[in-house]
């Protein structure tokens, strides 16, 4: 079990900036990734940016040079720097973590609670 505690979302105007925050506690030595996803209404969820235990990052290509994902040293609190907002990125936000289970590879997710983004224009 893994919890995952998110902070920093709010209201802001077009081209502004916000910083994600999310702390992952429990079991977060089998967490392999770590990432967030958005959801806005009436559309799919879908990754935003992730990154690693490896340290390897991933971004939607919406995203790219616009948001950049990071880490602490110990790896339990991951980091969402968004800049150049636009009402495009207006959706919830969902902290995931991923872990690998048992001796089989099973995979399994935890998810924050989600933290609301509404970028005006």
């Known amino acids: 079990q893994v919890q995952l505690v998110e902070s920093g979302g709010g209201l802001v105007q077009a081209g502004g900036s916000l910083r994600l925050s999310c702390t992952a506690s429990?079991?977060?030595?089998?967490?392999?990734?770590m990432g967030w996803y958005r959801q806005a209404p009436g559309k799919q969820r879908e990754l935003v940016a992730a990154?690693?235990?490896?340290?390897?990052?991933n971004y939607a290509d919406s995203v790219k040079g616009r948001f950049t994902i990071s880490r602490d040293n110990a790896k339990t609190t991951v980091y969402l720097q968004m800049n150049s907002l636009t009402p495009e990125d207006t959706a919830v936000y969902y902290c995931?973590?991923?872990?690998?289970?048992?001796?089989?590879?099973?995979?399994?997710?935890?998810w924050g609670q989600g933290t609301q983004v509404t970028v005006s224009s």
């Open positions: 995931n973590a991923k872990r690998t289970l048992g001796p089989f590879n099973i995979q399994s997710d935890d």
């Open positions: 429990g079991s977060i030595f089998v967490i392999s990734t």
């Open positions: 990154i690693t235990s490896g340290g390897n990052t």
